[in-house]
């Protein structure tokens, strides 16, 4: 695999997010340089989807500013994949967009369900298969929008090691998640000390 570049970088200056009328949070800033990951943790509802919304530019913030260099990468609760046509089609159709990045199928788990449509895939098997889109996107910053939900314990262990590795290399992972992700030396934010 293709290493990110060393120029990825996020920082965000005290960023404030309303939803409706409700403020959800303010006040958060932080850095992430090449190599670093953040989990950002809370309850449901408190905005944790919000924020990386916020980091990928999908969202304006209420107030504060985020900058940032490299590709981003986004795994959310919709992977963006067709749920119509097999697996490999539609991981076929993001290949040829995104370049042609390795990707571990087999390690993954995929590569018996490439004639499977996508919506017969599990929660589990979809989450990884968003996990086969975003690494042949080659993307420098990995925003990771609860990651480990629907896994089993080795596909867990699989999405901590394809994360640490992406860091390793250079990259950048940004985790909103409730659960414990292990990696070693991860920033910790807990966005309820920014309770509006």
């Given at each position: 695999m293709?290493?990110?570049?060393?120029?990825?970088?996020?920082?965000?200056?005290?960023?404030?997010?309303?939803?409706?009328?409700?403020?959800?949070?303010?006040?958060?800033?932080?850095?992430?340089?090449?190599?670093?990951?953040?989990?950002?943790?809370?309850?449901?509802?408190?905005?944790?989807?919000?924020?990386?919304?916020?980091?990928?530019?999908?969202?304006?913030?209420?107030?504060?500013?985020?900058?940032?260099?490299?590709?981003?990468?986004?795994?959310?609760?919709?992977?963006?994949?067709?749920?119509?046509?097999?697996?490999?089609?539609?991981?076929?159709?993001?290949?040829?967009?995104d370049g042609s990045a390795c990707v571990p199928l087999e390690a993954l788990g995929l590569s018996d369900l490439l004639d499977v449509p996508v919506r017969f895939l599990s929660t589990g098997q979809r989450k990884r298969a968003a996990m086969a889109r975003l690494i042949g996107q080659g993307a420098a910053i990995w925003l990771l929008d609860e990651p480990l939900n629907g896994l089993d314990v080795h596909a867990t262990r699989l999405v901590e090691e394809l994360t640490a590795s992406h860091c390793a290399r250079g990259g950048i992972a940004l985790i909103a998640s409730h659960q414990p992700f292990s990696f070693a030396d991860m920033k910790q934010l807990a966005l309820a000390d920014y309770a509006a």
């Amino acid at each position: 695999m293709q290493g990110p570049p060393t120029s990825a970088r996020i920082a965000a200056h005290d960023l404030a997010c309303r939803r409706g009328d409700r403020v959800l949070f303010r006040g958060v800033s932080f850095t992430l340089k090449p190599g670093q990951a953040l989990q950002v943790s809370g309850a449901n509802g408190i905005g944790k989807s919000s924020l990386l919304r916020l980091v990928a530019g999908l969202a304006r913030p209420f107030a504060g500013q985020v900058e940032h260099g490299g590709i981003i990468g986004l795994i959310d609760e919709q992977p963006a994949l067709d749920t119509e046509i097999p697996l490999a089609r539609a991981l076929g159709f993001w290949s040829r967009l995104d370049g042609s990045a390795c990707v571990p199928l087999e390690a993954l788990g995929l590569s018996d369900l490439l004639d499977v449509p996508v919506r017969f895939l599990s929660t589990g098997q979809r989450k990884r298969a968003a996990m086969a889109r975003l690494i042949g996107q080659g993307a420098a910053i990995w925003l990771l929008d609860e990651p480990l939900n629907g896994l089993d314990v080795h596909a867990t262990r699989l999405v901590e090691e394809l994360t640490a590795s992406h860091c390793a290399r250079g990259g950048i992972a940004l985790i909103a998640s409730h659960q414990p992700f292990s990696f070693a030396d991860m920033k910790q934010l807990a966005l309820a000390d920014y309770a509006a």
